[in-house]
């Protein structure tokens, strides 16, 4: 299991993987700048900001370019909430949790989502179960933090811009720390 202790750590693990790419044509660095900076134009709180930067992390910590990996969900989600829960608490853990289920939901939703899917999403998408049913749905409808995962889901999304946003991930130094543990 990875655990993040120190904001450094999660600031130089971007440094050394940020250029990553995982099918999107945008680098994971630019990724999360983009999507935090979009959270942030909304007018969107420290946390869900934080949770738009940090919300993939979880790719850093595997090679998902192993072929063993090649044709499973490694889970990202799950992985990058729990090694960011000695930082933060649940107002950033959470909608990273349930980013990709925000994904499931959204494609049962909202049938015209699905369609507005980037192709590595929808592949994606079926290594992760699929769009939700009804069941699952109104199941997702009851956890916390739904609401937050599924804008936060928005902004995954639209983060995959080629031009890129010009920001630095150092930007966001002083909304991690806001967003930290107290």
Request: proline share 2%; with cysteine; aromatic share 8%.
């Amino acid at each position: 299991m990875h655990s993040l202790s120190r904001f450094e750590e999660v600031e130089n693990l971007y440094a050394a993987k940020g250029e990553l790419t995982y099918g999107e044509g945008v680098t994971q660095l630019e990724h999360a700048v983009q999507c935090a900076s979009l959270a942030e134009a909304e007018g969107h709180p420290p946390s869900l900001i934080v949770a738009a930067l940090l919300h993939d992390i979880g790719h850093l910590f595997v090679d998902e370019k192993d072929v063993t990996n090649a044709h499973s969900d490694l889970r990202h989600e799950m992985t990058g909430a729990r090694a960011l829960s000695t930082l933060f608490d649940e107002d950033v853990c959470l909608p990273i949790a349930r980013h990709v289920a925000a994904k499931r939901y959204l494609c049962f939703a909202d049938k015209q989502y699905f369609q507005a899917l980037s192709t590595a999403s929808r592949t994606s998408l079926a290594l992760q179960g699929g769009a939700f049913n009804i069941q699952q749905a109104v199941a997702f409808e009851r956890l916390s933090h739904w609401r937050e995962a599924v804008t936060l889901r928005r902004f995954d999304d639209m983060g995959k811009r080629d031009d890129l946003c010009g920001r630095r991930f150092a930007d966001f130094r002083g909304l991690l720390k806001q967003a930290a543990k107290a």
